[in-house]
């Protein structure tokens, strides 16, 4: 089979390479073309390199293409990955900084929340742009494979508002559902498992061994487990509450909601500091920051080391290597996925993006019909739908009004501040991440004139509930092997290991 893949963001060391891995251990593509494509001249060459090296010990012929021009590595692809971040650190770094001033205390920062809702106006506006290019250059009725958060609503813009065919891809049902097993002391392939909801907030509705329902069986066997107790307390306690299991980790979990990351002091209660992912405050952050000082640092010794081994028993649980191979050849796959619900999930609305199961063919995407969520699974997905749909529509139009109603209605946000606080801290993102947000130009010059011209309300200089320290590069000499793990790693947060 011969036709075109393209990167877009492929200095992304995590996601790239083995995403790589994957698709080029299914045999029918050994004579596919790669192209990758970056705004970081120096990550791009990095991992290029890294990943040729890999193709060429695997006996494959493919030269892989890099290029800082977007538009010819889109050019008559067939299918793109993208595994952007638009702003880099710098700005990931203001999404978790800047609320925190206000008492806003993010684990990730990254779906919903000031960070959430921040990083999808920097990434709608550049998604749409990517998209343009894909209408004019790539292959008819390509297909969008999209990594990036906000998983939604990108997803989201992308299909109604970019013209482009796009399906959201995430591991969080895989990980929970690895959990699940590990509570029932059994193979994650002996558990059946029907997934729905929203990205991040995507619940366990049935949970089956050998045509036993074990649902309701699921919150003492959580209760009981000698690490689960310890590290996932807030999705433990959305389980007794709501009666179902959310995909999402303890951290993740925590910020979407206005429960639990309310009041600094109580905070600490409800998270442990094992891993980063179980609660730590801007702890994606901090894994991010380590993983890509130390790629940068270290990477002419990962050229020395053992190349990936490419083969369907090395292959991970990433869905896009999957979905392409059922298109192609049309081995059936099964798995999750975030798509327009158009009816699937009857008590959210049609035009969101949902995440449930499908399955892939010759044919293309197929959705199941999932009916209604339990009804306070569907609230708390309703809710987070309501904050994406304002933010989306805020990103497109550049209606500084629909963000700061976004920030109001979000959960944390409106847990912890009151409407002229959050009409500052919307300023004062704003006014930080100017570079990145042309659509709000008028609204930013705006901003600097309140600022200059109106009293400040009172905020604080705060490190959050329960930061970590940023590990140096000599501190990550100290175990060179988990600092290779972690910048290497698509998926940060497999082991959670309690404190």
């Known amino acids: ?107 990730v920062g990254d779906t919903l929340g000031p960070g959430g809702i921040m990083y999808g106006q920097r990434g709608i506006q550049e998604m749409l742009a990517i998209c343009k290019d ?40 895989q990980g929970g559902h690895r959990q699940i097993a590990n509570v029932f002391d059994l193979d994650k392939k002996e558990i059946d498992i029907v997934c729905a909801g929203i990205n991040h907030q995507t619940w366990y509705i049935q949970i089956k061994h050998r045509g036993q329902d074990l649902t309701r069986s699921l919150l003492e066997a959580f209760e009981q487990h000698p690490e689960y107790r310890q590290t996932e307390k807030v999705r433990i306690d959305m389980l007794k509450r709501f009666g179902y299991y959310s995909t999402e980790s303890n951290g993740h979990l925590s910020e979407y909601v206005p429960w639990y990351r309310k009041r600094a002091d109580e905070i600490i209660d409800w998270i442990d500091l094992g891993t980063w992912i179980n609660g730590e405050t801007g702890g994606y952050l901090r894994v991010c920051t380590e993983g890509r000082n130390w790629f940068k640092e270290d990477f002419p010794n990962w050229m020395k080391e053992p190349a990936f081994v490419y083969g369907d028993n090395e292959r991970g649980e990433e869905h896009g290597s999957y979905i392409i191979e059922a298109l192609e050849t049309g081995r059936v796959y099964r798995g999750h996925f975030n798509r327009i619900n158009n009816g699937a999930i009857a008590n959210l609305p049609d035009d969101c993006v949902i995440e449930a ?102 905020t604080k200089m705060s490190n ?36």
Request: glycine share 6%.
């Open 464 to 499: 959050g509930a329960a930061r970590v320290k940023t590990k140096t590069i000599e501190e990550l000499k100290e175990n060179r092997l988990e600092a290779i793990k972690n910048a290497q790693a698509a998926d940060k947060a497999v082991d959670r290991p309690a404190y």
């Open 357 to 458: 199961p499908g399955y892939v063919d010759r044919n293309g995407i197929h959705m199941a019909l999932v009916g209604e969520l339990p009804l306070g699974c569907a609230a708390v997905c309703n809710t987070s739908i309501q904050v994406q749909r304002l933010a989306v529509k805020a990103a497109i139009t550049g209606d500084d009004q629909l963000l700061r109603q976004a920030f109001m209605m979000d959960p944390l946000t409106g847990a912890v501040c009151t409407p002229p606080e959050i009409w500052q801290l919307v300023d004062d993102l704003l006014i930080a991440q100017e570079k990145w947000l042309p659509q709000y130009e008028k609204s930013i010059k705006e901003a600097k004139e309140r600022r200059k011209k109106e009293p400040r309300l009172e």
């Open 134 to 173: 894909i209408r004019e250059v790539a292959e008819p009725n390509c297909l969008l494979l999209n990594y990036a958060n906000p998983m939604a609503m990108l997803t989201w813009a992308c299909n109604t508002y970019g013209g482009v065919n796009t399906v959201g891809l995430c591991h969080g049902v």
């Open 1 to 107: 089979m011969s036709f075109k893949i393209a990167f877009i963001g492929a200095g992304s060391i995590g996601f790239t390479r083995t995403l790589l891995r994957d698709l080029l251990s299914v045999s029918e593509f050994a004579q596919v073309e790669i192209a990758f494509t970056d705004i970081s001249e120096q990550n791009l060459r990095m991992v290029t390199e890294l990943c040729q090296r890999d193709v060429e010990e695997n006996g494959l012929a493919i030269q892989l293409t890099a290029t800082l021009d977007r538009r010819q590595a889109l050019k008559d692809a067939r299918y793109i990955f993208s595994v952007v971040r638009i702003g880099g650190l710098e700005a990931f770094e203001q999404d978790i900084s800047i609320p925190l001033m206000y008492g806003i205390d993010q684990c």
